[in-house]
């Protein structure tokens, strides 16, 4: 079962744009995170947010939760081609510590 | 140590026959997850070791499916009798602690022709 849906399913934006990405879930959560994966490679952690935080940034990476809405978004500031990829969002529902999945947003970069 | 390893890369195999995948956790890492993914979705949770005890199993694994980590280090995921619709990316994820991120492998891809 799906948790987590993210929007748009595929985004295509020039180098140096920003790209925002979001995704909503159904239920209460302790924790959401975001991850990166290349074509046919495995994910790479980008950030976690727990439910008590609003908003987090890693370089040029910035998360925002909103738990009355049950969404987050991730933007990417100043893209670059390395950027393409596929990102996903993950929410941890307690702890138990089965991340459930949406989807994800395929994110291409034109040069 | 580099990361979490993943043993094939890629596997084609024939309807009927069985297969093992190998992962090599993060060494001090003591969780372990194996999870399904197919083309265009997200990853699917498949089954999670704490040490060597198997803690959850989803009820999508079938019986055909089963997963070891004998002393707490590497674990196997065999498939048994595969099937076309066993063809996915399988992916080994190790984590130090509770409610914290996921190291990925690169996965293994399994095609059942």
């Known amino acids: 079962s799906q948790q987590g849906e993210e929007d748009p399913q595929a985004l295509s934006i020039q180098e140096g744009e920003n790209a925002t990405m979001n995704c909503s879930y159904k239920t209460s959560i302790n924790n959401l995170q975001w991850y990166r994966q290349n074509s046919g490679r495995g994910l790479v952690h980008l950030i976690l947010i727990r439910s008590n935080e609003r908003e987090k940034h890693s370089g040029r990476l910035r998360v925002t939760l909103d738990t009355s809405k049950k969404s987050s978004s991730l933007l990417i500031t100043a893209s670059r081609a390395a950027d393409t990829a596929s990102y996903f969002c993950a929410t941890d529902l307690d702890s138990n510590y089965q991340l459930i999945w949406g989807a994800g947003t395929k994110l291409i970069i034109k040069p | 140590d580099t990361g979490v390893s993943q043993d094939p890369r890629h596997k084609i195999t024939k309807r009927g026959q069985n297969v093992t995948f190998r992962c090599d956790p993060i060494s001090e890492h003591n969780r372990l997850y194996w999870y399904r993914q197919t083309l265009g979705q997200g990853p699917e949770f498949l089954t999670y070791f704490q040490n060597e005890a198997q803690l959850e199993k989803s009820r999508l694994l079938s019986d055909r499916f089963s997963a070891e980590r004998p002393k707490g280090s590497f674990s196997t995921l065999e498939i048994q009798r595969t099937e076309q619709g066993d063809s996915a990316m399988y992916l080994c994820?190790?984590?130090?602690?509770?409610?914290?991120?996921?190291?990925f492998g690169e996965g293994s891809r399994l095609t059942v022709l």
């Open positions: 994820a190790s984590s130090p602690y509770e409610a914290g991120e996921l190291f």
